[in-house]
């Protein structure tokens, strides 16, 4: 029953085992729970506080235990007093020290035995024995390793920095910060929890594997502006950080977990790109730019406010002919440029930075490939302070164009020479054909002349020495004489309006018309004509052709009469679109508004056959019997009304009258 | 006739190449008993000759304008350019067969003239107005000279 108990008497062995503790510095006790005994052994009662000589009752026992700590103990006891349990305890708890020594941590482990009561039957714990242990050193350490992780864990917590702590290589979040909840949008429930498990947004990203890479190998990691696709907002979103593993050690040199601070640049990245984005769309535009400038057949220069060149183009160089490299820097005149043509073009450029406008400037100067021209235009360039800071000149070669300007020129002036040489001989054959009119109407007018008064002469004085028949024949000749005399005068007007140049002016038709019929007052008077005329308009033409026109047309209309009856003539007049005139009227020139004019007269009219050929010179169809006449007067009228740019028609009814219509541009 | 016996101040020159209006007129100028006063030159020159003479001052110049070498007006206007030939040469008319109004306006333009007549192809009518004018510059004062 007494296994535990040591005595004086113990064996050989457990001397050995009373030894080897001792030498452990630990001390062994015993209770008779029944007998309420305490047995502690030196080291015992040394660990406890007490003296080799102090006599421990159960009472004084529990008095050198801590109050903190007492009643946690008796717990302990309790419980490993309950025949429920295996009657095994262990506990750490603090003794009070009756003399000055610091505070002291004991370890006890022990065991409860059992027995079944003889009153009741019942299983009560009758002993309790075991041993005891001084791990002040151990607590203390350990207090301070508590205190500086719960420390570490309050600094997590508190730090504005996203960070979170990984235990084990199962990745346990053992800490986690609100910024870091914030960013994974998770809560603190995810402590305790593998990582793999509450994130599983992550699951094909590389983090996992990083984590356990950092874990296994120790090598921490840093990394930038590294996209994670997080649930934000319940949406998955690619957002970026800059993080780092860093492995964990314990006392014992080995990584017990990592812990990671991430900071999030999504934003900054977001811009970044942007200006990413921006830049190469400049650089784009730059190399297009570029790519534009230096192959643009115009040639492209920059001067500075010294006019000094700052940048050419390759088209620059082709037409120099001389290295940009070698020119820049230079002005004008120091280019070995004439003088006469590098001072225009200096004075311009002063001429666009004093302005600050844009100017053209036009140069030429000989060269190999003959006289080049070009055509510049010359621009300001504007600091951001809105000063003119330079000029930047656009040249384009012209010389092909100018070439081509020379050569239509001289086409022009060719063709204007024929034209001129053309118009030239136009007006001396036309000349010549007034002159021809003129003289044949004269030298023929005269021997006329002579016959007629010849004639007359005979007549007058030599009556009565000729017989009827030979005054008969006398007054023929006179007659045909007058008639041949006529015949010759029309065809002279007819010549006339023919060719000579009409000049235009504003007329008015209406006094034309009153001129006309003072001219034929006498006919007019004679045949008692009746005229109705309507109002005429005033419009451009010749006067003294338009008067022949009308004239002829009224005259033509009182003459024309059926005999014995009174000429009854009507004038009117309207104004008519070009789109609403007929068809077979066409009109010479390309006026779009006419004046018809139209003499009615109910006289012996024509068959429409004819209303053509009545234009022509020469053709009548009545006979001179009949009708006096030449031919010409409607042929004059049709040339006056060409002359106009308008047309004449006819149109008329044997026995029923005949209508003329003029058309004259309004 | 009104002046069948009248003495005119000085020569009727006519300047008319034509022989037979020379002849007409002849005939016409008979009949006025006016013959005797004529004096015909077949051309401008040799009136011109016949004007520088101091004493000869005619009544009355009429002239043709078709005619060869010179015409009528550009032998009035060499009278123009004389003054005093100017003077002894009025009244000065012309007289044609063809009036063209470009040769009429040109004549009253570029020439000082008193007149100017078609020649009517009516004999009768030729002689009522070779008439006329002489009729009515015989009324007429005349420029006097030295």
């Given at each position: 029953m007494n296994a535990y108990q040591f005595s004086e008497n113990d064996s050989a062995e457990h001397k050995r085992l009373r030894f080897s503790l001792q030498a452990a510095g630990i001390g062994t006790w015993d209770i008779d729970l029944v007998q309420k005994n305490i047995y502690l052994d030196d080291r015992c009662k040394e660990l406890y506080g007490f003296s080799q000589e102090d006599k421990i009752d159960y009472e004084r026992f529990w008095q050198h235990i801590h109050p903190q700590d007492r009643s946690q103990v008796q717990e302990v006891f309790t419980k490993a007093m309950s025949p429920a349990t295996d009657g095994k305890y262990s506990i750490e708890f603090r003794i009070i020290d009756s003399s000055n020594r610091p505070?002291?941590?004991?370890?006890?482990?022990?065991?409860?035995?059992?027995?079944?009561?003889?009153?009741?039957?019942?299983?009560?714990?009758?002993?309790?024995?075991?041993?005891?242990?001084?791990?002040?050193?151990?607590?203390?350490?350990?207090?301070?390793?508590?205190?500086?992780?719960?420390?570490?864990?309050?600094?997590?917590?508190?730090?504005?920095?996203?960070?979170?702590?990984?235990?084990?290589?199962?990745?346990?979040?053992?800490?986690?910060?609100?910024?870091?909840?914030?960013?994974?949008?998770?809560?603190?429930?995810?402590?305790?929890?593998?990582?793999?498990?509450?994130?599983?947004?992550?699951?094909?990203?590389?983090?996992?594997?990083?984590?356990?890479?950092?874990?296994?190998?120790?090598?921490?990691?840093?990394?930038?502006?590294?996209?994670?696709?997080?649930?934000?907002?319940?949406?998955?979103?690619?957002?970026?950080?800059?993080?780092i593993y860093k492995p964990l050690y314990d006392p014992a040199g080995e990584i017990y977990g990592i812990i990671n601070v991430s900071v999030e640049v999504t934003d900054q990245m977001l811009i970044r790109q942007q200006i990413e984005e921006k830049k190469q769309l400049v650089e784009k535009s730059e190399i297009l730019f570029r790519s534009l400038v230096e192959n643009t057949p115009d040639v492209i220069t920059r001067w500075d406010r010294q006019r000094r060149l700052i940048f050419a183009n390759k088209a620059f160089e082709t037409k120099t002919g001389v290295a940009n490299s070698t020119l820049l820097g230079k002005t004008n005149l120091e280019m070995d440029q004439p003088i006469e043509i590098a001072e225009p073009y200096m004075k311009s450029l002063q001429r666009v930075l004093n302005s600050g406008q844009p100017i053209d400037h036009y140069n030429h100067f000989p060269s190999v490939k003959g006289n080049m021209h070009y055509y510049s235009r010359l621009v300001p360039e504007f600091g951001p302070d809105g000063s003119v800071q330079g000029v930047l000149a656009i040249a384009r070669d012209i010389t092909d164009l100018k070439k081509m300007e020379a050569?239509?020129?001289?086409?022009?002036?060719?063709?204007?020479?024929?034209?001129?040489?053309?118009?030239?001989?136009?007006?001396?054959?036309?000349?010549?054909?007034?002159?021809?009119?003129?003289?044949?109407?004269?030298?023929?007018?005269?021997?006329?002349?002579?016959?007629?008064?010849?004639?007359?002469?005979?007549?007058?004085?030599?009556?009565?020495?000729?017989?009827?028949?030979?005054?008969?024949?006398?007054?023929?000749?006179?007659?045909?004489?007058?008639?041949?005399?006529?015949?010759?005068?029309?065809?002279?007007?007819?010549?006339?309006?023919?060719?000579?140049?009409?000049?235009?002016?504003?007329?008015?038709?209406?006094?034309?018309?009153?001129?006309?019929?003072?001219?034929?007052?006498?006919?007019?008077?004679?045949?008692?004509?009746?005229?109705?005329?309507?109002?005429?308009p005033k419009l451009k033409g010749d006067e003294l052709q338009l008067t022949q026109l009308f004239q002829n047309l009224l005259s033509n209309a009182i003459k024309y009469t059926i005999s014995n009856q009174i000429p009854v003539i009507r004038v009117t007049s309207q104004r008519i679109e070009r789109s609403q005139l007929d068809p077979q009227v066409k009109p010479t020139g390309n006026a779009l508004h006419f004046y018809q004019i139209c003499v009615h007269d109910q006289g012996i009219g024509f068959d429409n056959q004819y209303k053509d050929l009545i234009f022509q010179v020469f053709q009548r169809l009545h006979g001179k019997q009949e009708f006096v006449g030449t031919g010409v007067g409607l042929s004059i009228c049709k040339r006056v009304v060409e002359n106009h740019g308008g047309t004449i028609t006819a149109d008329g009814m044997p026995g029923q009258g005949a209508i003329f219509c003029v058309y004259l541009p309004a | 006739m009104l002046y069948t016996q009248i003495n005119l101040s000085g020569p009727i020159l006519i300047i008319e190449d034509d022989e037979d209006d020379q002849l007409i007129l002849t005939r016409i100028l008979k009949e006025l008993n006016l013959a005797d006063k004529v004096i015909y030159f077949s051309t401008p020159l040799e009136a011109l000759d016949y004007l520088q003479q101091a004493t000869v001052h005619p009544f009355i110049l009429i002239c043709d304008i078709n005619m060869p070498m010179i015409n009528g007006i550009e032998f009035k206007k060499q009278i123009d350019q004389d003054p005093v030939l100017k003077a002894k040469c009025t009244p000065f008319i012309f007289w044609s067969t063809s009036i063209s109004d470009t040769l009429v306006h040109q004549a009253y333009t570029e020439t000082t003239i008193q007149g100017f007549f078609q020649k009517s192809c009516n004999y009768k009518e030729l002689k009522q107005q070779l008439y006329y004018i002489l009729g009515y510059w015989y009324y007429c004062q005349h420029p006097i000279f030295e």
């Open positions: 505070l002291h941590w004991l370890h006890c482990q022990g065991q409860a035995y059992f027995t079944r009561s003889q009153a009741d039957g019942q299983v009560i714990a009758y002993r309790i024995s075991g041993i005891a242990q001084d791990i002040t050193e151990q607590v203390t350490t350990r207090q301070i390793r508590w205190d500086s992780e719960q420390y570490f864990r309050s600094l997590v917590q508190d730090t504005p920095v996203a960070t979170m702590i990984f235990r084990g290589r199962s990745q346990i979040v053992e800490t986690v910060n609100i910024p870091m909840l914030q960013i994974i949008s998770k809560d603190a429930s995810i402590i305790g929890k593998p990582f793999r498990e509450v994130m599983p947004e992550l699951e094909g990203q590389e983090f996992f594997d990083l984590l356990e890479k950092v874990y296994l190998t120790g090598k921490p990691v840093f990394r930038h502006e590294t996209p994670a696709i997080l649930l934000t907002d319940g949406i998955l979103t690619t957002r970026y950080f800059d993080f050569i239509l020129e001289e086409r022009v002036q060719q063709r204007t020479q024929e034209l001129l040489i053309a118009n030239q001989d136009l007006q001396r054959s036309n000349d010549s054909l007034q002159q021809f009119a003129y003289v044949a109407s004269h030298d023929l007018q005269e021997p006329l002349r002579k016959i007629q008064t010849f004639s007359s002469l005979l007549q007058q004085q030599y009556a009565d020495k000729l017989e009827e028949s030979g005054l008969d024949l006398l007054e023929r000749m006179s007659s045909a004489g007058e008639r041949m005399s006529k015949l010759v005068s029309d065809l002279l007007a007819y010549s006339q309006v023919s060719t000579r140049q009409p000049s235009f002016g504003i007329v008015s038709l209406h006094s034309i018309m009153n001129n006309v019929l003072t001219t034929l007052e006498q006919k007019i008077s004679e045949t008692k004509a009746q005229i109705e005329l309507e109002e005429l | -």
